[in-house]
């Protein structure tokens, strides 16, 4: 019993590095047994969502409750990311030997070799939530599928190998993992748009690979140079010998702090910096729609499956949410402050713009789509200020509205409403169908940012963090959100019409989704609706400031005597 308790202990721990893994192991073996028949395929399939799900869920409580800390490893302790795991390459490190001294024997040792790249994955307070969505999106979509299908072993692998990518992408800590998964999920999502869709996913998914491997290549190239630069740095503070690291943590550390305590560095990092952030946001807009970059987006969202818009809606597009409050905010602090107010001004007419393109739209997915990414354009716009209030509320209307989108695209709302109008709920098939039009309402409540609801929270944070003085702005503002409820409104009585909203004409009907695969979709979205806390003590935007700036002021206190420290304001990083 106490090496099952070890093991399971063991497992729980690496329970984020099993995530990334057990996706891609799954497809690995989907792909191997194409000649045990494709039943057995699939439920092979079924069983590693499934456990992947168990998994998650492990993974939740241990982030919540603090659980699984392992301090072996120095990564560990670094916030706001818990739950680390790390496998180092075997080329790093280099066996040798330390000579005997009169005190201590000779004994081995190791000195690294190459790069300090590894496989470190962890979670903070907004992707263990996005992981959660992500795995509970991927058992609807493997429970969908048929084995009767004759493409159904490679539907099965690419959706397990591009779960696996978006996992990595959300859960990666090192430089290098990040760009491969980012890079893998746009190959993933682009083949599963190509293969599940209308008569025109084939030219979305083109303008989709397209627009996207621009993206992660802008990402990859500036994540890169920032890595060069902290190398630099440390060489401008007379290192002999500095190692060039590719962790995001040690970076996002180091780089505030290195850029304050010699002049070489402030004026290395004042050179560099506003080009290395350039890159990294434009990366992010050709991710985030914000108009005019918008089109793509819904044409996608128009001509691909309601399954993969939902996958991309929790797994792909709040990834830049995250990789903004994790690496952009705290290291370009005063370039990001220098480009909010801008930003706020286009975000709100880019969140303007697309309510109008929601309230014009006939088609179901564009009008969901449009809806999302109007709430999601103003939390992204808002979030640069680095106000704490807009930080929190940017980071909780970002998880409502994945969730919620995602929600509203798997269920058949207007259906399920018409049901539950026909049918008595005395009977079972009438409560199955209560069931489903209740599924179907919490989304769309939560998109009209209907009180008590993750998006009306997340929105309610934002307006009282950029107006704290003025009641009446913020009254006018949260009173113009409250006319998306019409839209949405206009979408929840809305009647079927062939080729507009259903099945694509020509296409073959893909199964109806059962409502208890939805329940994981829905108890993220209650959960987080009813206890907002729960995001919001775990952003640990303070904590990391003043942490910050306890090492910035131990790092001063320490500068040589011949040394001239750098002169310059700061304001607090998240």
Do not use: K
Request: proline share 6%; glycine share 6%; net charge negative.
């Amino acid at each position: 019993m106490d090496l099952l308790g070890r093991v399971i202990a063991s497992a729980a721990s690496h329970v984020v590095l099993l995530l990334v893994v057990l996706p891609a192991f799954g497809a690995i073996l989907v792909r191997l047994m194409r000649r045990a028949g494709a039943e057995s395929v699939y439920y092979t399939a079924v069983t590693n969502v499934w456990t992947g799900l168990a998994l998650a869920v492990l993974m939740l409580i241990g982030f919540l409750t603090g659980a699984f800390e392992t301090s072996g490893d120095d990564s560990s302790n670094a916030r706001p990311d818990r739950l680390v795991s790390s496998i180092l390459w075997h080329g790093e490190l280099h066996p040798t030997v330390i000579p005997s001294s009169s005190t201590e024997p000779a004994r081995p040792s190791y000195i690294a070799v190459g790069p300090d790249a590894r496989v470190i994955v962890g979670v903070s307070g907004v992707s263990v939530w996005l992981i959660l969505l992500t795995v509970a999106v991927s058992v609807v979509f493997v429970q969908s599928q048929s084995p009767e299908h004759d493409r159904v072993i490679l539907r099965l692998s690419w959706i397990l190998l591009t779960e696996a990518a978006l996992i990595g992408s959300l859960a990666a800590l090192d430089v290098v993992l990040l760009s491969f998964c980012s890079l893998l999920s746009v190959v993933g999502l682009s083949v599963l748009i190509a293969e599940f869709g209308g008569p025109l996913r084939r030219e979305a998914a083109r303008r989709f690979f397209i627009g996207q491997l621009a993206s992660g290549l802008l990402l990859t190239f500036g994540l890169l140079g920032l890595a060069v630069s902290h190398w630099w740095m440390q060489v401008t503070e007379d290192r002999q010998h500095p190692d060039l690291t590719f962790s995001l943590t040690t970076m996002v550390e180091q780089i505030p702090v290195l850029s304050t305590m010699f002049e070489p560095a402030l004026d290395f990092w004042n050179t560099l910096a506003p080009w290395l952030f350039l890159i990294i946001v434009a990366a992010l807009f050709l991710r985030v729609p914000f108009p005019p970059l918008h089109h793509g987006w819904l044409r996608v969202a128009e001509h691909a499956d309601r399954r993969v818009v939902a996958l991309i809606a929790v797994g792909y597009l709040p990834a830049s949410m995250h990789l903004l409050l994790r690496v952009v905010l705290p290291v370009f602090s005063t370039q990001s402050i220098d480009l909010g107010d801008r930003l706020l001004v286009w975000g709100a007419i880019a969140a303007a713009v697309l309510a109008l393109v929601a309230a014009a739209t006939r088609s179901r997915q564009r009008r969901l789509a449009a809806i999302g990414l109007s709430v999601s354009t103003i939390a992204i716009g808002a979030s640069f200020l680095q106000l704490p209030g807009v930080v929190h509320g940017a980071a909780l209307a970002t998880i409502g509205t994945s969730a919620a989108l995602a929600l509203a695209l798997l269920c058949q709302s207007e259906a399920a409403v018409r049901d539950v109008a026909t049918s008595s709920s005395e009977t079972p098939d009438g409560i199955f169908r209560a069931s489903r039009g209740a599924l179907a309402a919490l989304p769309i409540a939560s998109l009209a940012l209907v009180p008590p609801t993750a998006g009306f929270w997340g929105v309610l944070l934002i307006v009282e963090g950029l107006f704290p003085d003025t009641p009446a702005i913020a009254i006018c503002v949260l009173a113009t959100f409250a006319c998306l409820g019409w839209t949405m409104w206009d979408e929840f009585t809305r009647v079927i019409t062939p080729g507009v909203s259903g099945a694509h004409p020509g296409e073959p009907t893909e199964p109806r989704l059962a409502a208890p695969t939805l329940i994981p979709l829905a108890a993220t979205l209650v959960g987080v609706s009813l206890f907002p806390a729960s995001v919001l003590d775990h952003v640990d935007s303070q904590r990391t400031t003043e942490s910050q700036q306890t090492t910035e002021s131990n790092a001063v206190s320490t500068i040589p005597s011949g040394a001239t420290p750098a002169r310059q304001e700061r304001t607090p990083a998240l």
